[in-house]
Each structure stands twice: as structure tokens, then as C-alpha cells.
């Protein structure tokens, strides 16, 4: 079966599990940097992310460069904020407060809009803040991995566009980029920052964003120089677009593997329509949060349509606690996660479901999960009221 | 043999060729990053960096962050610098540039000393320079991957600390450390910043830096927040304190893959002494150096007191192009880099020599790429005169 050692299954909100031959990718043997080959292989990845956004924007700008998720945070608040600009922030949880925080460290004018734990900030309000201000961009976390909130992206950007049209709708997608639906140009998004190692599959290393046309110009209408020297777009756009021609390039050197890795994970995605990706991971989801339910447990995000398909928050019972549950999935070979929302950190836990857990057949992952928690919260001396 | 599929010899400056086990610990399956396992790694590996800088200092605090090695200069940029402080850059070649630009970008006032092509600042020229101006930090390119010219650390910092005591010594190691020998505490210095994927042996995507507790404490004393966020010493000081001390913690997601490959490499490098490492990289760099003379041929580097053990930067006979050897030399299995030095680019070829290649006796792509350059000037019509 696989060529991967038996290990515990690990179903936390990513790193995920990953495909065999995408962590073969990883042990590829050392090219050049800027050689035909790796160069050929950089520029394919790129072009996938446009396919995984579902752009077809020629001035639309895909950006992988070596670091963790969060440099994306840094990518948006270096280049597409000066100092003293304003930007109007959606949290639905811990993510949201840090992607606060990033812009906050390089100066943006910031304004946060707080959901309640488990919801999100809801339409009126946040149309009423974008008609008393004036906001270069907005900020949401289209699934806060602190909470499991989805948000609702094509009505977000919809209001946007109606009430302040100049704003840029920029998209913390670490958790959700592809396993829910984000149609990039049809929606009119202007960014995208995501990270490796979630639902797109592969080993985690890379930031991975993509940038609208008008987001672009936005950055070459800057009146000062970007805030950031490993992230800024001045140096990278020129390298992204020699890749992506196919024409050696360098400003620092990516990860020849990572990018390998990430090249196999986005082919095996592309082969199939994405909408039955999203369909399937939906469907998953659902199967999760009803057997949840029938658990007699509540599920962090209140209402289902604030309900991500990525991952599921589970309050524990009151008389089980995250250092006794925890080691008892371990022992049944499952890993799920701790809380990290301050505001409830230790009273849930939370339990990953995309990719390969959930799209390939073979594996049985979200089942022995589902088993799992059962029979853990049961040894714990839960019992459904 | 090698569990490598066959392929052309990487013998440029970095990324290097990679130790089979190294390359296979990138597959590793996938872990929590906060999971147990996991943290033992990383802090172990945390703990293999001290080892590496040859220091015992427990109040040096070692570094690793996804990231290119540039993320390295955004790191001693954004922490160790305010705004309006100044910076004497001392520059060897492209990257000691590349350095002053990343210390502009966060307001440093930098100050650069240039070395002649192939040279670099002579001590007087700096001590003067420190005299006349109170620095609070000073960088230096150990070796400059852009011309193999070589950096005296051990008189440059004593220099250093005799006219300008309170000045950080900041080195760029990217293409040092590991195959030159640095002894961080006995020489005094206060930071080196490197890459994975030079002398280490480590594909690229990770930042390795470790800086001294004087370094730790001018942090601390800064008057104004960090000026990045990803690259913020507040943000990740505490994380690598925690991991090393083997307790979970989150700033932003770690490359777990990559940690596990770094930690097989140092393995590899601390299992002999280093000063045997260090002698043997000096041994075939002499033999490279001599070879190339023995073509008739000049080394980039002028003086030998100036040429790296890591890399040899070439001057290319008058009538051979760059675009007629090094297809040449991929003919013959044998990748080597183009020049990048802006005043010479067209002019010199680059050939490194680190890690496996010149440590593993059962390889032998040295004398192989030698026979290469020699049979490949040939059949561009160069005859040594």
C-alpha cells in the first residue's frame, strides 16, 4: 500500500497527511536553482496556482517563496499598505487577530471587526464600517484555523464592491485554498495568501499567494518603498514572471523540493474538476459534524453556514479534559489538536479533514477517527446525556 | 550504490549535492509540529547549531525559521538595527550589496565599504572607518558566493573590539559555515546568519542564524517594536526556547520535513571532528585552485590569503563564453554556475566545492569536474599559452 512508514494519522487542521509520491518529490535529487529543468518545473507550478484560483487574469501575479504561512501576512502588509494607511480586519479568531497584528507591525492604520467565538462579523456591520472610513484594503480569514469559522467570501467581496469599491479584498486562505470554493476573478478577489501544508497537500515550507491585476497596481502606485526586504514584491514579481516564461531568474533561492513536492500535489489536484474536490471535502465535513452532533457534542462555529469543510473545533464534555483525550486518540493512532483561541483554548479540540484523508479512497482516516473519538471520549468517562 | 537516480553533478555554490539519508529524511511522513516527536527533533537540532558555531554561551540563541538564507539579513535588519542607527557594511562582492540594500529597506544608515573586484576592505581602511563613526553594527560576507572572496573573521573582529567595542559583528555564513571554520565564542562574534543549503548539506528553504547574548540583549534594549513581523525576534525567540527545551510552541508552522533532513546533516557533520571537515574542504579547494592555475587560467579571488575553501569563482580564457562552456560542461555530467559579480558577470564561471562531494572519499565529482573544465575549454579552442 503506501510506501510511508505506519505512523499515527494526523488529522490536526495541517500539517495534514500527504500523498506518497508527493513526499517521494521531496527527496528529488539537487538541481540547480536557475537550470532548464528546475526552472521548466517552477514556472508549471505557478501556472497551476492559476488554475487552483481558477483565473484566467494574465495580470493576475502567483508568488511560492520559502517560508510558513504566516509570511504571506508579512507579503500583503509590506507591500500593499503604507504606513499610516488604513485597513479594515475581519477575525473570526486567533488568525485573525495575528494577521492584525502583522499589519499593525508596518504601520497600517488598522480597525478590527471581532465575530463572536464562533461566528463571524456579519454583513451590516461591516458595510457600516466601510461607509464611515475610507480602507486601502480588508482583511478575512476565510477559515480561521483557531475556530473553524468559514467565511462567506462572494458576499463579503459582493458588499465590498458596492460600498467601497476601491478597497482591496484580500483573503487569509492558509485553510481553506483548495478544499473550499474560492473563484479568484469571477468573485473579484485582489489576494490570496496560503501556506503548503494544508489542504493543498504538500510537506509545509512554501508561502504560496496570488495577487489580482489591481492589487498589482495598487503596489506600483506606492509612494515609499516596500517595508520588507525578503518580502517584498519589488524584488519577487520579476523573479515569478521570468519563471513563469521559463527564463532563469534569482533574487534568494527557493526550495527546488518543496517546489517539486508542491508541483505533484497541484497536478494530482488538477486532474480532477475541483468542484468535486470542494464537493467531496464538503460532504465529508458534513459526515463529521453530524456524527459530532450525535456524539451530543457542539461544534465551535455556531450556525452551519459559518462551518468550515476544512476541519471541525469540538467542544469537549465538561468532565473531559484536552491532556486526558488527547493521549488517548494518540493511543488509537489519531492526532488531533489543542484549542489555541485564548478565549477558549482549553475547552475544545480540533480535528482536520482535508486532502488525502478525505479524497482517497483507500484511506479510511476520517472513519478510524470518527471511531476513535467515540471510543476516547467513552475511556474518558463521557457518556451522551 | 547511491539510492539517487542519475543525474548531472550540482557543483555550483549552493545548493550542493545531497547525502542520500539527508535527502531521504525530506520524505519523512507527516508530524504535528507541536507533537512530541517533533519538538524532540527540532530542539535537538536547535542544540546541533551550538555545536556547529562551536559555542558554549548559553545565553546564544540559535535560530531556524522556513525561509531563504536572505531572510537572514531581514532578521539582523528588522532586530538588531533601528531606524537611523548605522550599519558599516563591509562588501566582497554581490551579496555583501544585497546586505546593505536589506539594512536600507529598514531604515538602517549604512555605510559600505567596498573591496576591489576579487579583493576586499583591508583592515586600516576599517579601523579608520570605525573610528570615525560609532557603528552600531558591522557586517561582513565570510565568503561572497558572487566572487569566493574570503573574509578574515578572527583579526576583523579583534579589530573590531579594540577601536569600536560595542559594535555587533554580524556575519553572513551562507556560504561558510560548515566548511570554514567559525568559533563563534572565541573570536567574539555577536551573529552569523546561513542558509541550509551550502556547506550544511540541507536542501534550501530554511534560515539558520545564531547570535550572541551581547546581540540578545541590544534587542531587548531596542527602543522601537521589530520592523517585521515575520522576521521578528520577538515573535520567534520565544518559540526556539521553547522547542529547544522540548516544549511545544507556536509562532508560525515550522517545515517539519526540512527540520528532519537539517538534523540528519548536522548529524552526519558533528560526527567527526570539525576541524577535520574544515581541513579537507581547504585541501581540495588548494587542488582545485591549483588545478585551475595549472590551465593557465585565474582565479577571481586574487590574493590566496582572500580565496574560499567553499567555491572557486574562475576568470574564463578570452575567447570562451559562458554560453559555450557551461553547456560544455553539462555535456560531461557537470553543472557549474555562471558568473554574477555585476562588474565581471559575463567574464567568470563559479565551481563549488562543499559537503558531500568533497567529504564522501567513495565520490568523485572534483576530479571529474576538473577533467570536465579541462576537456571542455578544450573543445572551445582554448590552448593554455
Given at each position: 500500500m503506501s510506501s510511508q512508514p505506519a505512523h499515527p494519522t494526523l488529522l490536526i487542521p495541517g500539517p495534514i497527511e500527504f500523498d506518497d509520491a508527493v513526499l517521494q518529490s521531496m527527496s528529488h535529487y539537487s538541481e540547480s536553482h536557475v537550470g532548464p529543468a528546475f526552472v521548466a518545473t517552477f514556472g508549471e507550478t505557478l501556472t497551476q496556482l492559476r488554475q487552483l484560483f481558477q483565473s484566467t487574469d494574465a495580470s493576475a501575479q502567483p508568488y511560492i517563496i520559502s517560508?510558513?504561512?504566516?509570511l504571506g501576512w508579512d507579503l500583503v502588509a509590506a507591500n500593499l499598505v503604507e504606513a499610516g494607511e488604513s485597513a479594515l480586519v475581519l477575525s473570526t479568531g486567533y488568525f485573525g487577530d495575528a494577521f492584525a497584528d502583522c499589519l499593525t507591525t508596518y504601520g497600517a492604520d488598522v480597525t478590527k471587526l471581532d465575530g463572536p467565538v464562533g461566528g463571524r462579523p456579519q454583513l451590516p456591520e461591516i458595510e457600516k464600517a466601510l461607509s464611515q472610513k475610507k480602507y486601502k484594503i480588508l482583511t478575512v480569514t476565510h477559515v480561521d484555523t483557531s475556530t473553524g469559522v468559514l467565511s462567506e467570501l462572494k458576499d463579503l467581496t459582493a458588499t465590498v464592491k458596492r460600498v467601497s469599491p476601491e478597497t482591496l479584498v484580500i483573503v487569509d486562505g492558509v485553510c481553506s485554498v483548495a478544499c473550499e470554493e474560492i473563484a479568484f476573478d469571477e468573485w473579484g478577489l485582489d489576494g490570496v495568501v496560503t501556506a503548503s501544508q494544508k489542504a493543498i497537500g504538500c510537506p509545509a515550507g512554501l508561502s504560496i499567494s496570488f495577487f489580482s491585476g489591481r492589487a498589482m497596481q495598487a503596489f506600483e502606485k506606492r509612494k515609499t518603498p516596500p517595508a520588507s526586504y525578503f518580502a517584498s514584491m519589488k524584488n519577487w514579481t520579476p523573479i515569478m514572471k521570468n519563471y513563469e516564461a521559463k527564463k532563469p531568474s534569482y533574487f534568494a533561492t527557493p526550495s527546488p523540493q518543496l517546489v517539486h513536492a508542491l508541483n505533484t500535489a497541484l497536478k494530482q489536484i488538477l486532474a480532477k474538476p475541483l468542484s468535486e474536490r470542494f464537493a467531496r471535502h464538503a460532504e465529508v465535513s458534513d459526515k463529521v459534524k453530524k456524527a459530532v452532533q450525535d456524539l451530543g457534542l457542539e461544534v465551535v462555529a455556531t450556525k452551519p453556514e459559518d462551518q468550515a469543510h476544512a476541519m471541525t473545533a469540538i467542544y469537549l464534555p465538561e468532565n473531559v479534559k484536552i491532556p486526558d483525550i488527547l493521549p488517548k486518540l494518540a493511543g488509537k493512532g489519531v492526532v488531533f489538536a489543542g484549542g489555541i483561541h485564548k478565549a477558549i483554548a482549553t475547552k475544545y479540540i480540533r480535528f482536520g479533514h482535508m486532502g488525502v484523508s478525505v479524497t482517497?479512497?483507500?484511506?479510511?482516516d476520517i472513519d478510524h477517527a470518527l471511531e476513535a473519538l467515540k471510543s476516547g471520549l467513552s475511556e474518558c468517562g463521557y457518556q451522551k446525556a
Amino acid at each position: 500500500m503506501s510506501s510511508q512508514p505506519a505512523h499515527p494519522t494526523l488529522l490536526i487542521p495541517g500539517p495534514i497527511e500527504f500523498d506518497d509520491a508527493v513526499l517521494q518529490s521531496m527527496s528529488h535529487y539537487s538541481e540547480s536553482h536557475v537550470g532548464p529543468a528546475f526552472v521548466a518545473t517552477f514556472g508549471e507550478t505557478l501556472t497551476q496556482l492559476r488554475q487552483l484560483f481558477q483565473s484566467t487574469d494574465a495580470s493576475a501575479q502567483p508568488y511560492i517563496i520559502s517560508g510558513s504561512g504566516t509570511l504571506g501576512w508579512d507579503l500583503v502588509a509590506a507591500n500593499l499598505v503604507e504606513a499610516g494607511e488604513s485597513a479594515l480586519v475581519l477575525s473570526t479568531g486567533y488568525f485573525g487577530d495575528a494577521f492584525a497584528d502583522c499589519l499593525t507591525t508596518y504601520g497600517a492604520d488598522v480597525t478590527k471587526l471581532d465575530g463572536p467565538v464562533g461566528g463571524r462579523p456579519q454583513l451590516p456591520e461591516i458595510e457600516k464600517a466601510l461607509s464611515q472610513k475610507k480602507y486601502k484594503i480588508l482583511t478575512v480569514t476565510h477559515v480561521d484555523t483557531s475556530t473553524g469559522v468559514l467565511s462567506e467570501l462572494k458576499d463579503l467581496t459582493a458588499t465590498v464592491k458596492r460600498v467601497s469599491p476601491e478597497t482591496l479584498v484580500i483573503v487569509d486562505g492558509v485553510c481553506s485554498v483548495a478544499c473550499e470554493e474560492i473563484a479568484f476573478d469571477e468573485w473579484g478577489l485582489d489576494g490570496v495568501v496560503t501556506a503548503s501544508q494544508k489542504a493543498i497537500g504538500c510537506p509545509a515550507g512554501l508561502s504560496i499567494s496570488f495577487f489580482s491585476g489591481r492589487a498589482m497596481q495598487a503596489f506600483e502606485k506606492r509612494k515609499t518603498p516596500p517595508a520588507s526586504y525578503f518580502a517584498s514584491m519589488k524584488n519577487w514579481t520579476p523573479i515569478m514572471k521570468n519563471y513563469e516564461a521559463k527564463k532563469p531568474s534569482y533574487f534568494a533561492t527557493p526550495s527546488p523540493q518543496l517546489v517539486h513536492a508542491l508541483n505533484t500535489a497541484l497536478k494530482q489536484i488538477l486532474a480532477k474538476p475541483l468542484s468535486e474536490r470542494f464537493a467531496r471535502h464538503a460532504e465529508v465535513s458534513d459526515k463529521v459534524k453530524k456524527a459530532v452532533q450525535d456524539l451530543g457534542l457542539e461544534v465551535v462555529a455556531t450556525k452551519p453556514e459559518d462551518q468550515a469543510h476544512a476541519m471541525t473545533a469540538i467542544y469537549l464534555p465538561e468532565n473531559v479534559k484536552i491532556p486526558d483525550i488527547l493521549p488517548k486518540l494518540a493511543g488509537k493512532g489519531v492526532v488531533f489538536a489543542g484549542g489555541i483561541h485564548k478565549a477558549i483554548a482549553t475547552k475544545y479540540i480540533r480535528f482536520g479533514h482535508m486532502g488525502v484523508s478525505v479524497t482517497d479512497p483507500k484511506r479510511k482516516d476520517i472513519d478510524h477517527a470518527l471511531e476513535a473519538l467515540k471510543s476516547g471520549l467513552s475511556e474518558c468517562g463521557y457518556q451522551k446525556a
